[in-house]
């Protein structure tokens, strides 16, 4: 392997390790924090017209309030299908239908559960890091068949060390997006 080839590897772990970083986002944008976000609908899909499609193309989901969520269906015989499949994504609130729109209370954390939440955010945050380590250990183990290959071990030396640099400044997003989803959830 040449030293282009090993940028070009490197280039190609960093966006792996955008990837998961951007599903960590993905994944704490759905953990509940007792304020209404519409981002705790984004998995539910609903069956319109035969086809399976995510709710916000099916509907118009806002936030009325700080703890109040509203779904507007772009076709009033959805709402029964839309409520059923909020019941059925078991998210621990009741959708409540109106005829109109479909409003969703969000109800007040307990301490307990808040606790519960940190956790689940610090195993998704290490979850995160657990798949950075896989592609820097992917990245390094092609480093060292380069160096046995004929790539001098000074160079091999430096692209280990950039790598790890990488992998460090990722692990630090990684560190900051859960810390601020811990200070959200703890926050009364």
Do not use: C
């Not at 509940?32 to 099916?58: C, F, H, M, R």
């Amino acid at each position: 392997m040449t030293l282009e080839e090993i940028n070009d590897e490197i280039e190609i772990s960093k966006i792996e390790m955008e990837s998961s970083i951007d599903h960590l986002k993905h994944v704490l944008g759905k953990l509940q924090t007792g304020k209404a976000s519409t981002s705790i609908l984004s998995d539910i899909v609903v069956e319109y017209y035969g086809a399976p499609t995510p709710l916000n193309q099916a509907a118009t989901v806002t936030t009325a309030d700080a703890r109040t969520l509203t779904i507007k269906p772009y076709d009033k015989s959805l709402l029964p299908v839309i409520e059923r499949a909020i019941f059925e994504a078991n998210l621990g609130f009741t959708p409540q239908n109106d005829g109109e729109i479909i409003r969703i209370n969000i109800p007040p954390l307990t301490e307990e559960r808040r606790k519960e939440l940190v956790k689940k955010a610090k195993g998704d945050g290490e979850d995160a890091k657990v798949s950075l380590r896989n592609t820097r250990q992917k990245i390094m183990s092609e480093i060292k068949k380069a160096v046995k290959n004929g790539l001098s071990e000074d160079m091999g030396k430096r692209k280990e060390d950039e790598v790890q640099k990488i992998v460090n400044g990722f692990g630090d997003k990684v560190n900051a997006l859960v810390a601020a989803k811990e200070q959200d959830i703890m926050t009364i």
